[in-house]
């Protein structure tokens, strides 16, 4: 029985390891995978992890039917065995029910990718509408860190190293990120309640005004 999974986690988490690691075990079973992906870091087509590996997809378009394209890439005679999604967060909610289609119908199993929540902490619509549809939602153990050592389980947005929470839900940032540029951090709910990143943790340890902030 083919079915819908999801993986998900915050940024940084392994997802896109994780995928390039199910694509290779499948190659090396002879199976063919078709891979979507959408504003990978690595550019327009790829899928690439934060170690270095990178593999070449299918940039998802604005208003794309993906089951169309499966069965579009099926009639021409070529192989699809699977289907790998990765950042399907950025995918829109009619996207995510044309793979549970293609679980459905052409019986493929789709492995899907994503993000949960934005920097707001709100579901993004694609994995909102994953949660909904997946056989499955597997949420990734590989845990990323908070600055403070706890877990990170939230995603933060920042500029020049401060926490905002205004904004388009979709902005690719650069998580290397300069001076005023647009960067991403994963925090512990505890410190993305209090907007603390590592930079203004920093910055609060070396002020001698700021007096250590009581827990709770
Ligand atoms: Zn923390």
């Not at 083919?2 to 995928?19: H, I, N, Q, R």
Request: glycine share 8%; proline share 2%.
């Amino acid at each position: 029985m083919s079915e819908l999974v999801f993986f998900c986690g915050t940024m940084d988490c392994g997802k896109s390891t994780l995928a390039l690691q199910i694509e290779h075990n499948r190659s090396a079973r002879g199976l063919v995978g078709m891979i979507f992906t959408r504003n990978d870091r690595a550019g327009e087509g790829k899928l690439s992890s934060r170690l270095g590996l990178v593999t070449d997809a299918v940039e998802v378009e604005d208003g794309a039917d993906l089951y169309a394209h499966l069965v579009d890439h099926l009639s021409q005679g070529r192989r699809a065995d699977y289907v790998i999604a990765d950042e399907a967060q950025f995918l829109a909610p009619e996207q995510i029910d044309q793979l549970a289609r293609v679980v459905d119908d052409l019986d493929l199993d789709v492995y899907a990718f994503g993000i949960t929540t934005d920097f707001r902490s709100k579901l993004f619509p694609g994995s909102q509408r994953l949660v909904e549809l997946a056989d499955r939602v597997e949420v990734l153990q590989v845990e990323a860190l908070c600055w403070c050592g706890a877990r990170a389980t939230h995603n933060a947005r920042t500029v020049g190293g401060v926490m905002v929470v205004e904004g388009a839900q979709v902005v690719v940032g650069d998580v290397t990120g300069s001076a005023d540029e647009i960067g991403y951090e994963v925090l512990c709910r505890r410190h993305h309640r209090r907007r603390m990143t590592a930079a203004t943790a920093r910055a609060a340890a070396l002020s001698p005004d700021v007096l250590p902030v009581s827990p709770g």
